[in-house]
């Protein structure tokens, strides 16, 4: 057998074994869509019916009209994007000025930044809590957006790709005149779009899938956002009808579903690279 065939034969027996866990992950996500159709006695059928009888959407319509999903999915939108936008943002300029600038107690602070990543965040939503309520943002966008603003493993993820780039191009960039603000932006940014897409997409689906910080800081529908949704769903229609609650379900997740869904291949590359230069 010659080389490339024993690559083909190992990349197939690869792709087997990781078959069966990518299946594990898969089949609830499977399940939860295929109970978002069964109506009436389908649900409580015994023995269970994996499959539906029939692609009723009337559990979609159900679940659309006597919820506020639109305002929830809305909340999150914004929630997610404008911390999405923050946190890639700082996560550059802090990354930037580690990796490739040099200053006095440079290392400390690295230090610190990396020692965040190891704090729960149970630990800091007393204080953050107190903060907020003296600044009268509770039950705000500020209160569900401000405290996610920066983001240590975004920091950490972009300083070891941006030490990677090679010196020589940042030094004929500012012996041309430019400054290291216009060399950040036209250089270092374009060259490192596959990892800050990668924590764009972490970051984004992190911030939707935040539930205990939302749940405290929110008082009202009108800024409560799609986990918080499921949850208050879940508990007024869980005793009627459980296909209703599956497909409320399956819309206020589906968002993150397709983003990754679109965004895998970079994703991967993104966190890879990083990982491999690092």
């Given at each position: 057998?010659?080389q490339?065939a024993?690559?083909?034969?190992?990349?197939?027996l690869?792709t087997a074994v990781l078959?069966?866990?990518?299946l594990?992950?898969?089949?609830?996500l499977?399940y939860?869509?295929?109970?978002?159709?069964k109506?009436?006695g389908?649900?409580m059928?015994?023995?269970?019916d994996l499959?539906?009888?029939?692609l009723?959407p009337?559990?979609?319509q159900t679940?659309?009209e006597?919820?506020?999903?639109w305002?929830f999915?809305?909340?999150?939108i914004v929630?997610?994007?404008f911390i999405?936008?923050?946190q890639?943002?700082?996560?550059?300029l802090?990354?930037?000025a580690?990796?490739?600038?040099e200053?006095r107690g440079?290392?400390?602070i690295?230090?610190?930044i990396?020692a965040t990543?190891m704090?729960?965040?149970?630990?800091?939503?007393?204080?953050?809590y107190?903060t907020l309520?003296r600044?009268?943002?509770?039950?705000t966008?500020?209160?569900?957006?401000v405290?996610?603003s920066?983001?240590?493993f975004?920091?950490?993820?972009?300083?070891?790709?941006?030490?990677t780039?090679?010196?020589?191009?940042e030094?004929a960039?500012?012996m041309?005149?430019?400054?290291?603000l216009r060399?950040?932006?036209?250089f270092v940014?374009?060259?490192?779009?596959p990892?800050?897409?990668?924590?764009?997409i972490?970051?984004?689906v992190g911030a939707?899938n935040?539930?205990l910080?939302?749940?405290?800081?929110?008082?009202?529908?009108d800024m409560?956002?799609?986990?918080?949704?499921?949850?208050m769903?879940?508990s007024?229609?869980e005793?009627?009808s459980?296909?209703?609650?599956?497909?409320?379900t399956t819309?206020?997740v589906?968002?993150?579903?397709?983003?990754?869904?679109?965004?895998?291949k970079?994703?991967?590359?993104?966190i890879?690279m990083?990982?491999?230069?690092?």
């Amino acid at each position: 057998m010659n080389q490339s065939a024993q690559i083909k034969q190992t990349r197939r027996l690869a792709t087997a074994v990781l078959f069966i866990p990518a299946l594990v992950q898969f089949f609830p996500l499977f399940y939860l869509i295929c109970m978002s159709f069964k109506v009436g006695g389908e649900v409580m059928s015994y023995p269970p019916d994996l499959l539906p009888h029939s692609l009723n959407p009337i559990n979609y319509q159900t679940a659309w009209e006597s919820a506020p999903l639109w305002r929830f999915l809305l909340n999150s939108i914004v929630v997610a994007g404008f911390i999405t936008l923050l946190q890639v943002v700082t996560s550059i300029l802090a990354a930037y000025a580690l990796a490739r600038m040099e200053f006095r107690g440079k290392k400390i602070i690295f230090l610190l930044i990396v020692a965040t990543m190891m704090v729960p965040g149970e630990v800091t939503i007393i204080p953050n809590y107190f903060t907020l309520a003296r600044l009268d943002w509770i039950n705000t966008f500020y209160a569900l957006i401000v405290p996610f603003s920066a983001s240590g493993f975004g920091i950490f993820l972009l300083y070891q790709f941006f030490r990677t780039l090679p010196k020589e191009l940042e030094e004929a960039a500012l012996m041309d005149g430019a400054s290291r603000l216009r060399f950040l932006i036209q250089f270092v940014v374009p060259l490192s779009r596959p990892a800050i897409t990668a924590f764009a997409i972490y970051a984004f689906v992190g911030a939707w899938n935040q539930y205990l910080w939302p749940l405290i800081v929110t008082q009202s529908t009108d800024m409560q956002t799609a986990q918080i949704g499921i949850g208050m769903f879940r508990s007024q229609n869980e005793s009627t009808s459980w296909g209703v609650v599956m497909a409320a379900t399956t819309i206020l997740v589906a968002p993150t579903i397709l983003l990754f869904v679109f965004t895998q291949k970079q994703f991967v590359r993104g966190i890879a690279m990083s990982g491999m230069k690092g």
